[in-house]
């Protein structure tokens, strides 16, 4: 993902509620999703990276069942079968292509990198939604969508070439960013079916749509892997992507909605990225040089830039969520 439809929860400034508890939930939501990076990397010692997108997406899609029934009791769905079709390929691209690229691309660069460059969704966005006429590019736009690129182009300069087999690969930064690129798409072809649909069940019929995509590969993938021989601790990994970031975080972020203005929420995804590089260091032990963290500041001034170019009028869709990040802001992706 993802990742906004929900704009349309804010509530009025009268209604907007902003207790210790709503920021503590909020930074909740935060350390669930940088967390999902180094869930992803501890997985990916004993899972095959195919066999691990599907396991979480079959996950996934089991454990939003409860938010979506509990949904569609108290405020009745009804759905076409051209919404239907339309929320297929949309859960193809947007869950199990997102999901996988992100999986993928994890297993051959850091956390560090895969922070960086899946949060760089909302400059995604908003190009997409300027192709497709629902946002303006204005010279304060193209301005931050340049700064950010710099940055990119400073961290491929700067930071030595990895050997071979190293934790951070060009391959992997592009994977992530692939995945990136996959729920940007999600999130402006979605935008229609946010018109008439709330997010919980939008993303509900993608997550289950991406667990069916997937379920041949669990299945393909077994026959390779002996999955009674897994450690617990990569299975409690596996359930933590599905359950903390594809579904409590992402929960706590429509929550959070309804109480706070988008661009207020969106503020605290810059946290992300630190935090998820700190845990890396603390929980993995990799290395995060001084080009890294200069090349990181430069690529999130231009994505804050481009992200506060956008008039109240004129804001790109909120995305239905990437990956179990449901979110506008850099936060986007973990995928």
Do not use: H, Q, T
């Given at each position: 993902m993802s990742g906004r439809p929900a704009a349309g929860l804010a509530?009025?400034?009268g209604q907007r509620e902003r207790s210790p508890a709503l920021y503590a939930l909020i930074a909740l939501m935060i350390l669930g999703w940088s967390g999902n990076y180094v869930a992803g990397k501890i997985a990916l010692r004993e899972f095959p990276p195919l066999l691990l997108t599907g396991v979480r997406a079959i996950?996934?899609?089991v454990l939003i069942l409860?938010?979506?029934?509990w949904e569609r009791r108290k405020n009745g769905v009804t759905w076409t079968w051209e919404e239907a079709r339309?929320?297929?390929?949309l859960g193809l691209l947007g869950v199990s292509g997102n999901q996988l690229l992100f999986v993928l691309g994890l297993s051959r660069t850091s956390v560090a990198h895969a922070a960086i460059f899946a949060n760089l969704t909302p400059f995604t966005v908003l190009l997409l939604s300027s192709l497709r006429g629902l946002e303006r590019i204005t010279r304060r736009k193209v301005a931050g969508m340049a700064i950010a690129l710099s940055g990119v182009l400073l961290l491929k300069l700067l930071e030595p070439a990895p050997p071979h087999g190293a934790s951070a690969s060009l391959v992997g930064d592009l994977l992530i960013f692939s995945g990136s690129f996959a729920f940007s798409l999600f999130t402006v072809f979605g935008k229609p079916l946010t018109r008439r649909h709330s997010t919980v069940t939008?993303?509900?019929?993608?997550?289950?749509a991406g667990a069916f995509f997937m379920s041949p590969v669990v299945v393909w993938g077994r026959g390779d892997t002996a999955l009674a021989r897994i450690s617990a601790g990569s299975w409690l990994a596996v359930l933590y992507m599905a359950l903390f970031?594809?579904?409590?975080?992402y929960l706590i972020y429509y929550y959070a909605l309804g109480?706070?203005?988008?661009?207020r929420v969106s503020t605290f995804s810059y946290f992300q990225p630190p935090l998820a590089t700190v845990l890396g260091v603390l929980a993995l032990g990799e290395h995060v040089s001084t080009a890294l963290v200069v090349s990181a500041a430069v690529i999130f001034a231009g994505v804050y830039l481009t992200e506060r170019a956008v008039t109240p009028s004129s804001r790109p869709p909120q995305a239905p969520a990437r990956?179990?990040?449901?979110?506008?802001?850099?936060?986007?992706?973990a995928r």
């Open positions: 509530l009025s400034g996950l996934a899609g409860p938010p979506y029934f339309l929320l297929l390929v939008v993303n509900a019929f993608a997550y289950i970031s594809s579904v409590i975080s109480r706070m203005s988008p661009s990956d179990g990040r449901a979110r506008r802001g850099p936060a986007e992706a």
